[in-house]
Nanobody, 118 residues
Framework: QVQLVESGGGLVQAGGSLRLSCAPS????????MGWYRQAPGKQRELVAT????????NYADSVKGRFTISRDNGKNTVYLQMNSLKSEDTAVYYC???????????WGQGTQVTVSS
């Protein structure tokens, strides 16, 4: 079964930057949308940003607007999340998500830890 593989997480000081990447371990046909979610300790998983494969329309959580940028490489089926001006409240496990096919099947990554020290 195809899995999503994330990379780029780590420890950074407040005000710093990180870039997350996510790519599938195999072939996924007809990706409709890609996105990033995050889950902080004791909190529910929340949407961070999404991007539509066809056309590139994006959507962001209010808390990250102006600081985070989602982008994709359709040829590589890869999605990125550039995170700037990081804050301690951005600390969480970040998960990538793909929605694909006519059946709109969901794929999730295993998560990558982002820790922002104040």
């Amino acid at each position: 079964q195809v899995q999503l593989v994330e990379s780029g997480g780590g420890l950074v000081q407040a005000g710093g930057s990180l870039r997350l990447s996510c790519a599938p371990s195999g072939s996924i046909l007809r990706i409709n949308a890609m996105g990033w979610y995050r889950q902080a300790p004791g909190k529910q998983r929340e949407l961070v940003a999404t991007i539509i494969t066809n056309g590139g329309s994006t959507n962001y959580a209010d808390s990250v607007k102006g600081r985070f940028t989602i982008s994709r490489d359709n040829g590589k089926n890869t999605v990125y999340l550039q995170m700037n001006s990081l804050k301690s409240e951005d600390t969480a496990v970040y998960y990538c998500h793909y929605n694909a096919g006519i059946s709109r099947e969901d794929y999730w990554g295993q998560g990558t830890q982002v820790t922002v020290s104040s």
